[in-house]
T-cell receptor, first 113, second 116 residues
C-alpha cells in the first residue's frame, strides 16, 4: 500500500530563512506526489505536483520540491521564508490505480519575524 | 471558473441527529471525494464518487454515506451523530479519468461540523 510520512509535525523558521519540509513516500510503482497548503479555516490548495516528468518541480509562491527515487523522498523547499508562508503543509501520494489521495499527517510551519 | 463550493460552512448539531453536507465541484469535473479532517486523525478519506457511482470508500462506519447527482454535485450524510464526528469535512473535485489530471484534487473550503 502507498503511504507518505512527514517528518516533523512543527517547523519554525525566521523570516528570510530556508524552509525545508520533509516527506518520504512508500510506493511499489512510480508515484504521483503532491504538496498541498492549508491556511486556517480554509481548504487545501495545491502547491505543486510530481507526475514523472522533471524531478525538480516548481510550484506556486516560490516553493519547489525534488523527487529522489533513491531516497524515496519529495521534500519541499523555499529559499526565503515569508510571514505569509505560515500554514499547514501536507504531502500526498496518489494511488495510480484508484486515484485516491493518501495524505501525510501534515507539518505546521511557523515563521518568526 | 468557479471553484469547489461547500455548504454550509459551519454547522452545529446534537448527538443522535443526522446531517447532510453539500458539495458542488468545479464545472466539468465528474469526480468528487470527501475527506474528514480532525486534529487527532489528520486527513482521512471517506469516499469518492464518479459519474454517480461510488468508486472508492475509506474505513468509516456505515453511518457515513454519500451520493452524487447527474450534475456531479455530491452530498454526504452522517446519521446518528457522535461527538467524535466533530471535524472539518472537505470535498475535492478532480478531472475525468485518462486526462492526466486524475489525482490533482481541487478542494473546497470545507464544512466545520460541531456535534454537541
Amino acid at each position: 500500500a502507498q503511504s507518505v510520512t512527514q517528518l516533523g509535525s512543527h517547523v519554525s523558521v525566521s523570516e528570510g530563512a530556508l524552509v525545508l519540509l520533509r516527506c518520504n513516500y512508500s510506493s511499489s510503482v512510480p508515484p504521483y506526489l503532491f504538496w498541498y497548503v492549508q491556511y486556517p479555516n480554509q481548504g487545501l490548495q495545491l502547491l505543486l505536483k510530481y507526475t514523472s516528468a522533471a524531478t525538480l518541480v516548481k510550484g506556486i509562491n516560490g516553493f519547489e520540491a525534488e523527487f529522489k527515487k533513491s531516497e524515496t523522498s519529495f521534500h519541499l523547499t523555499k529559499p526565503s521564508a515569508h510571514m505569509s508562508d505560515a500554514a499547514e503543509y501536507f504531502c500526498a501520494v496518489s494511488d495510480r490505480r484508484t486515484d485516491k489521495l493518501i495524505f501525510g499527517t501534515g507539518t505546521r510551519l511557523q515563521v518568526f519575524p | 471558473k468557479a471553484g469547489v463550493t461547500q455548504t454550509p460552512r459551519y454547522l452545529i448539531k446534537t448527538r443522535g441527529q443526522q446531517v447532510t453536507l453539500s458539495c458542488s465541484p468545479i464545472s466539468g469535473h465528474r469526480s468528487v471525494s470527501w475527506y474528514q479532517q480532525t486534529p487527532g486523525q489528520g486527513l482521512q478519506f471517506l469516499f469518492e464518487y464518479f459519474s454517480e457511482t461510488q468508486r472508492n470508500k475509506g474505513n468509516f462506519p456505515g453511518r457515513f454515506s454519500g451520493r452524487q447527482f447527474s450534475n456531479s454535485r455530491s452530498e454526504m450524510n452522517v446519521s446518528t451523530l457522535e461527538l467524535g464526528d466533530s471535524a472539518l469535512y472537505l470535498c475535492a473535485s478532480s478531472g475525468s479519468p485518462g486526462t492526466g489530471e486524475r489525482g490533482e484534487a481541487f478542494f473546497g473550503q470545507g464544512t466545520r461540523l460541531t456535534v454537541v
